[in-house]
Nanobody, 124 residues
C-alpha cells in the first residue's frame, strides 16, 4: 500500500488548511485510514481516524471540534479539514493505513503503512 499526502502549508493562527491522502496498491483489505502528526522534539501522535464502511470517526482530544476527517466514496482517499488552527498544531502530518482487516480506530499500534508527511506550520 502506498500513501500520498498533500495539502500542508503555512497559515496564521485561526486559519484553515485541508490535507488530502490517496492510497494505492492492495487496498481491498483496508478498513479505513488515519492521520498522525509529529512536532519537533515530540513523539508521533494519533490525530484522527475513519472507518470506511460505517464512517465512524475518532479524534484526539487536542483537535476534537476543530478538525474533521472524511473519506472519498469514489476513491481510496481521506481528507482532513483543519479549522481554527493553533501554533501548537504545527507539525509534520502523516496519513496512515492500518494492517489488513484492522480497524483504524483502535489506537496507533494497528497502523502499518505511512505516507511521506506534509508540513503544517501555524504562525502566531
Amino acid at each position: 500500500v502506498q500513501l500520498q499526502a498533500s495539502g500542508g502549508g503555512l497559515v496564521q493562527a485561526g486559519g484553515s488548511l485541508r490535507l488530502s491522502c490517496a492510497a494505492s496498491g492492495p487496498t481491498r483489505t483496508m478498513l479505513g485510514m488515519g492521520w498522525f502528526r509529529q512536532a519537533p522534539g515530540k513523539e508521533r501522535e494519533f490525530v484522527a481516524g475513519i472507518n470506511w464502511s460505517s464512517g465512524t470517526t475518532l479524534y484526539s482530544n487536542s483537535v476534537k471540534g476543530r478538525f474533521t476527517i472524511s473519506r472519498d466514496n469514489g476513491k481510496i482517499a481521506v481528507y482532513m479539514q483543519m479549522n481554527s488552527l493553533k501554533p501548537e498544531d504545527t507539525a509534520v502530518y502523516y496519513c496512515a493505513a492500518p494492517r489488513p482487516y484492522m480497524s483504524p480506530l483502535n489506537g496507533p499500534g494497528g497502523f502499518q503503512y505511512w505516507g511521506q508527511g506534509t508540513q503544517v506550520t501555524v504562525s502566531s
